[in-house]
């Protein structure tokens, strides 16, 4: 009797694992088959495209971008060597560092003074976040208008004040700062919107009970207001950071990277050297320095953000 | 916070006058397609007259509303194709358990750092080999797979209680079913959201649409403006105005519709 229940026992439990085994396997298979749809589309527009850069990097190309001799790094150190793409990679930070403090320092001042609980905020702030809505083909008409030598607003308030007028768009010394203006202003809508949210999900306790000790507004700004929304901060910055280094509408449409190459910024170089020149191998190159730049960004933020940059 | 007097002055004064100054460039452009171009050549700022002429030109120069429905087609294409793939991620990352899932979130991860404008080269090469070129799969396919919006999904999908799911498949209910039934009617405000977020980007998309399209047949309405602005005469603002206002006003009813969930809704995918 006792032989028969045990031997029972064996099967059961072998019956049990191979259930186990099978309903794993289901699981996996299940599992791919909800992943399977974004897996692919990755593979093929991100993954792949990546590494055929890097490969494309290492080699000369025809016409149709078809890869014909292997010259190593002789693209890099000939795009180093470049004066253009030289100019590009000082304009492209010159432009990072006009417009990334330019649109955190505005937005974030329109985002203090639009979280006042005040009647009618919401047309306030409804207006700081349109230009989120405005594309950036749109905004470049805009501001071409604005930058016009002689009909434009700018030089028609400048000429009022008694100043000369200034070439926006095609004097050199100006051209980069014009095209930086105009960006700042099309960022202000979505780095508002962000800080707006970060600044309502402070806790107002921490503001009553500030006011209970007596604090002044600007007090208030800086112990409180400041240190809560760094976590906020942080991501806007990182995130404006990266879009930074892919302008490229804006450029296209009021400079075509002129005059004098000083608005060639290094998304519009790639496309410059790729799809006008048809040298592939060392428009390859230049976008896998553009890659590194936001692959060192994009780890700074994990990295950093991890920590969570609350208090001080 | 209770406001003093004072102090609610000086709050209105300078958002008045932070309004005027980041609405003046749209202000202008709205005014100035309303404007004769004799207006606009004398440097006029208040129009003598009001004319819908720039309007009428602008539909019989150009092709425009042949643009605008295709930038409607690719941007409904890419907001659904977003959404289905976002949110069939999500769930395999929330509700299904299996070997290798912690390294595909990885993957989705990963992804992140990859720029789209860096790999501009061969995905151009992709769609030509493919014989996309002007045509609607190679201007929104390559945009369909999101972690972005997968991430947002996720921390959605994480609110529904794991308790939910257990009954259901006590009661015999598929992972299918569960995610149709259940899972996308909860997550409807977050799906909403993504997808404002996803047509809005899409409409605004400049730099695939000049590669991927060669000619009018499937153009998108951002390409279409470049293509006014290069051709017009200088003298002839008031058309391009016009038709740089009708290219922006779809997104920003959108945006005015949607402002306060794309706000919630990007902070939350943002910070967690």
């Known amino acids: ?312 | 916070m209770r406001l003093s007097l004072s102090k609610k002055i000086i709050f209105y004064i300078l958002l008045t006058i932070s309004a005027v100054l980041i609405f003046a460039p749209a202000i202008i452009a709205f005014l100035m397609s309303f404007m004769s171009s004799q207006d606009i050549l004398t440097g006029k700022i208040i129009p003598t007259s009001l004319t819908l002429d720039n309007y009428i030109q602008v539909f019989d120069r150009s092709p425009l509303l042949h643009y605008l429905i295709n930038s409607f087609i690719v941007s409904f294409l890419i907001m659904f194709g977003q959404l289905i793939l976002a949110s069939l991620a999500a769930y395999a990352f929330v509700f299904l358990n299996f070997k290798g899932r912690d390294a595909l979130f990885f993957v989705f991860i990963a992804t992140m750092m990859v720029p789209f404008e860096a790999s501009i080269i061969p995905n151009f090469q992709t769609i030509r080999d493919l014989g996309w070129i002007d045509s609607y799969q190679g201007l929104s396919i390559p945009f369909f797979a999101m972690a972005f919006g997968t991430f947002l999904l996720r921390q959605n999908f994480k609110q529904i209680p794991k308790e939910l799911k257990e009954a259901s498949e006590i009661a015999g209910i598929g992972d299918l079913k569960f995610y149709f039934t259940v899972v996308l009617p909860v997550a409807k405000t977050s799906l909403i959201t993504l997808g404002v977020y996803g047509f809005l980007s899409a409409w605004n998309m400049y730099l695939w649409p000049l590669l991927a399209t060669t000619n009018d047949e499937v153009r998108t309405v951002q390409i279409g403006l470049r293509q006014l602005q290069t051709q017009e005469q200088l003298n002839e603002w008031g058309i391009i105005m016009a038709g740089a206002i009708i290219v922006v006003l779809p997104t920003l009813v959108l945006l005015f519709l949607g402002q306060k969930k794309l706000q919630q809704g990007l902070a939350e995918g943002a910070l967690k």
């Open chain 1, 1 to 312: 009797m006792s032989e028969v229940s045990l031997e029972q026992e064996s099967v059961t439990s072998i019956d049990f694992i191979r259930v186990k085994k099978k309903q794993r396997i289901l699981n996996f298979i299940k599992g791919i088959m909800f992943l399977m749809p974004s897996i692919l589309l990755f593979s093929v527009f991100l993954f792949y495209p990546m590494i055929r850069t890097i490969y494309l990097s290492f080699f000369l190309t025809d016409n149709g971008g078809v890869p014909t001799v292997f010259v190593g790094f002789d693209n890099f150190s000939s795009i180093f060597a470049s004066p253009i793409f030289q100019k590009s990679i000082v304009s492209t930070f010159l432009f990072v560092l006009y417009t990334v403090p330019g649109a955190i320092i505005i937005s974030l001042f329109l985002a203090v003074i639009a979280n006042e609980k005040l009647k009618g905020i919401g047309i306030y702030r409804t207006i700081f976040s349109s230009t989120m809505g405005i594309s950036v083909a749109a905004a470049s008409v805009f501001w071409m208008f604005l930058f016009h030598p002689t009909m434009g607003w700018l030089n028609q308030l400048i000429g009022t004040i008694g100043l000369e007028p200034i070439g926006w768009l095609t004097d050199p010394n100006w051209a980069l700062f014009s095209v930086s203006l105009s960006t700042i202003w099309m960022n202000i809508g979505f780095t508002f919107l962000i800080l707006l949210g970060g600044l309502q999900s402070i806790d107002s306790y921490l503001y009553e009970s500030a006011d209970i000790d007596g604090a002044g507004y600007f007090y208030k700004l800086r112990r409180i207001t400041l240190p809560m929304l760094s976590p906020t901060l942080f991501f806007v910055i990182t995130v404006t950071f990266i879009n930074a280094f892919q302008t490229f509408g804006q450029v296209d449409m009021l400079t075509r990277g002129g005059p004098q190459n000083e608005t060639n910024l290094i998304v519009y170089s790639i496309y410059q050297e790729a799809f006008m020149n048809y040298q592939f191998g060392t428009a390859s190159a230049q976008a896998i320095i553009l890659f590194l730049i936001i692959l060192v960004l994009t780890f700074i933020q994990f990295k950093l953000g991890e920590r969570k940059v609350h208090y001080q």
